[in-house]
């Protein structure tokens, strides 16, 4: 199984600030034949269900504000904040879907410093 | 809208099964292959299957094998998730996911509200 290792732990940003969040596979999730890097970037608040925030790495979903960008390839990920607001206090998750099972990292807290 | 509406908090006895729905409407339901995703109280994400609802093929995460099964009804646009043998670590919120590519395995587009399921004696 592919491991996906996110770091830190729990972040805090001041609002207006950037925020930086990584991910690390223990193999390589670009698939050769296409170019294509098999990683997704979720947030989760409290009492809700996860929201799609980037796939293939780097494609913002329909809806998610420019401020949200997703950047790397292979083994390593980066998820920017580029100006955090007080209402992306979540926390979160990258997942792979390179290969079965599709597997998600531990997850990143973000607060407000 | 595309939307997955999920059946009702359950609570059962350690050994007991537990089978949750997952209703989907706004979409071909036979397009796009569901996952279901758990998670335990103030942990992370953990993935458990997957189904094609066209075929109703299915993959199950290692941890899971032969204690879960998904199955589907087309006619209702359901997909269903049951869990045997059920052991106070399967506490849990149980979500459905809708893969966001046809016919492939890639992002969860569209979640569940989530199902918590309490395993107590």
């Known amino acids: 199984d592919i491991v996906m290792t996110q770091s830190p732990d729990s972040l805090a940003v001041s609002l207006g600030e950037r925020a930086t969040i990584n991910c690390k596979s223990s193999q390589s999730v670009l698939y050769s034949s296409n170019n294509k890097n098999y990683l997704a970037w979720y947030q989760q608040k409290p009492g809700q269900p996860p929201k799609l925030l980037i796939y293939?790495?780097?494609t913002r979903e329909s809806g998610v504000p420019d401020r949200f960008s997703g950047s790397g390839s292979g083994t390593d990920f980066t998820l920017t904040i580029s100006s955090l607001q007080a209402e992306d206090v979540a926390v979160y998750y990258c997942q792979q879907y390179y290969s079965t099972p599709p597997g998600f990292g531990q997850g990143t807290r973000l607060e407000i410093k | 809208q595309v939307q997955l509406v999920q059946s009702g908090a359950e609570v059962k006895k350690p050994g007991a099964s537990v089978k949750v729905s997952c209703k989907a409407s706004?979409?071909?339901?036979?397009?796009?292959?569901m996952h279901w995703v758990r998670q335990a109280p103030g942990q992370g994400l953990e993935w458990m299957g997957i189904i094609n609802p066209s075929g109703g093929s299915t993959s199950y995460a290692q941890k899971f094998q032969g204690r879960v099964t998904m199955t589907r009804d087309t006619s209702t646009s359901t997909v269903y998730m049951e869990l045997s043998s059920l052991r106070s670590e399967d506490t849990a919120v149980y979500y459905c996911?809708?893969?966001?590519?046809?016919?492939?395995?890639?992002?969860?587009?569209?979640w569940g509200q989530g199902t918590t399921v309490t395993v107590s004696s």
């Open positions: 996911a809708r893969d966001l590519e046809v016919g492939a395995t890639s992002g969860m587009d569209v």
């Open positions: 293939w790495a780097s």
């Open positions: 706004g979409y071909t339901f036979t397009s796009y292959y």
